[in-house]
């Protein structure tokens, strides 16, 4: 992924853009772009979506086409779709651009091109299991007499939030569910004998 991402930072009236190319490759945006130039790299064409409040990802073509778009894959109006040569680049700012490199190696990003911080992630129904902890304070459910297993089920099929973690209480077979994990409180992940904490994998 490193070798087909392309970054460049860019200054102009104070604001700071990072373009990188998805890793499916010879694909476009389909969307209609509201302005078309022809640019000899991404760089320039970088510069030219940074001259337009409502740039958010661009199309590029070598020599052919830097076709500016007002929307980005992860948006969910258009999707990727195969085009000889052209590579489809997300658009990222200040707020955003530190994040890009905890994305690039996710399976949503190597498969779909979805690698910008902005399309979040995908809850999966797997669960990384840390026995003796549990997270105090943040319970949104509760059940009662239930298996960890049924827990974790409960958590991952969850419809009336989003469910993250669970804290499973070994010895009464208590559930609690929850819409925070370790890393969104961790001064509240603590120790305890009885508890088993478990949460999802966002991938």
């Known amino acids: 992924m490193h070798s087909c991402m392309f970054r460049t930072a860019l200054s102009q009236n104070y604001r700071t853009a990072f ?13 209609t772009p509201l302005h078309i130039f022809s640019e000899s790299s991404a760089l320039l064409c970088t510069r030219k979506c940074l001259e337009f409040d409502w740039c958010n990802s661009f ?10 778009l007002d929307t980005y894959l992860c948006d969910g109006v258009a999707a990727l779709t195969s085009a000889v040569g052209y590579r489809y680049y997300d658009v990222e700012f200040n707020e955003t ?3 890009i490199e905890d994305y690039i190696n996710r399976k949503r ?8 911080p902005k399309c979040g992630c995908e809850w999966t ?3 990384i299991v840390i026995p003796g902890m ?11 007499s239930v298996t960890m ?9 969850e419809d009336q939030f989003q469910c993250k973690s669970i804290d499973y209480n070994n010895g009464s077979s208590a559930c609690y569910l ?11 992940f603590k120790d305890s004998g009885t508890y088993i904490y478990s949460e999802r994998i966002c991938q």
Do not use: W
């Open 19 to 31: 373009s990188h190319a998805v890793p499916v490759k010879n694909s476009k945006l389909s969307v």
């Open 59 to 68: 199309n590029y073509k070598r020599y052919i086409a830097c076709e500016l």
């Open 97 to 99: 651009s530190e994040n």
């Open 109 to 116: 990003c190597v498969q779909s091109g979805k690698c910008s």
């Open 125 to 127: 129904n797997q669960f």
């Open 134 to 144: 549990y997270i105090a304070g943040f319970t949104d459910k509760v059940m009662s």
């Open 149 to 157: 297993e049924q827990c974790q089920n409960a958590c991952a099929s």
């Open 178 to 188: 929850s819409t925070v994990n370790k890393d969104d409180q961790p001064q509240e």
